[in-house]
């Protein structure tokens, strides 16, 4: 009985490893499971890849009033496979129109699992933001906030 007992107890402690976050986030679950973070990683340049677009699911922004308004943005999506990373963030602001794509890379010729990876990821939107209403786009996502 101590034999299982103790078995049991450091499949727990494995299962329950922390996933790394970004500094200063706290944790959370979704569906009572961790959401892994997801940060940018540099490519190996010995490999090949194909670049797509992350696939993203839903966001929340917050505004951050001190000392200026900037937005920060919350994304939640899934990577294809095993293998597919994070590889780039570019924005584009034209007015009230804010345009964010999360790029992916996956190594060409590689064997990958073929689970879906949920993700989070922190996008900060360095422009300070005046008084108005906002249309945010991630990946084909749309969301609208406003900054008072």
């Not at 034999?3 to 450091?10: D, K, N, V």
């Amino acid at each position: 009985m101590r034999l299982s007992w103790g078995l049991a107890m450091m499949f727990w402690v494995a299962c329950a490893a922390p996933h790394p976050r970004p500094k200063g986030a706290s944790p959370s679950t979704e569906g009572g499971f961790p959401q892994p973070w997801l940060q940018l990683t540099p490519p190996d340049s010995a490999l090949q890849y194909t670049f797509s677009r992350a696939k993203v699911e839903s966001l929340q922004v917050r505004i951050a009033y001190q000392p200026v308004a900037r937005a920060e943005v919350l994304v939640w999506g899934y990577l294809p496979d095993g293998c597919t990373e994070l590889h780039e963030v570019r924005q584009v602001r034209q007015g009230a129109r804010i345009e964010v794509e999360l790029l992916t890379r996956r190594p060409v010729g590689v064997l990958c699992t073929q689970a879906i990876r949920p993700f989070r990821y922190y996008v900060f939107l360095p422009d300070a933001l005046s008084p108005g209403r906002y249309e945010l786009v991630v990946n084909g996502y749309i969301a609208r906030f406003e900054v008072r």
